[in-house]
């Protein structure tokens, strides 16, 4: 990707973190970024562009939050370590999280590529989580099994966001968010072993 292209995506990141997607014109990008209006038309084809390439890019970066190299640890071990890799990319790319996890105020509908972004990185957790679950468990138990462990990470990913940021370290949330997924984690392992 071209300089002016990451500068621009920069650029519009560091806006919506600030304002959400209201701050996001193509004039405020195009000024911040420091390039041109037809810039980001030639680059991106305006805001809907951009905005397709931040949602795209962030489930890429959750995706590769998660694709640890499993080819040493338990199926356990794997899950609790992407979620690990997941809480820390929730922190060190905000803006790209809160997109793509809908704090786009109904402004903006991703793309076909962008909803396939999303639903390979989905497919990618359905694969790891299936791990956990008996060899001849059924795809719904390992999309459940996915679901119920996204949806408690991401809980904890927006109430560092939203609600606690100030009052503890990223380290210990993420060390306390670790040690409630380990446990679930567990729970669920011990729940189909028998």
Known sequence: ???????ILAAASKLFLAGGIAALSVRAIAKEAGVSTIGIYSHFSGKQGILDMLYIEGFELVAAAMNVDASDLSPRDAVIKGV???LHMAVT?????????GENEERYTPSEDASAAAKSTFQHLV???SRLLPANARAELAQSTALE???????YVSLRHHAIAATMSTEKWNAMATKALTTHIDAIIASHSK
Not at 149 to 155: D, K
């Open 1 to 7: 990707m071209s300089t002016a292209k990451q500068d």
């Open 84 to 86: 690990e890799g997941y």
């Open 93 to 101: 790319h905000e803006a790209h999280y809160r997109l793509i996890f």
């Open 127 to 129: 694969d790891r989580c």
């Open 149 to 155: 462990i996204w949806a408690f990470v991401h809980g």
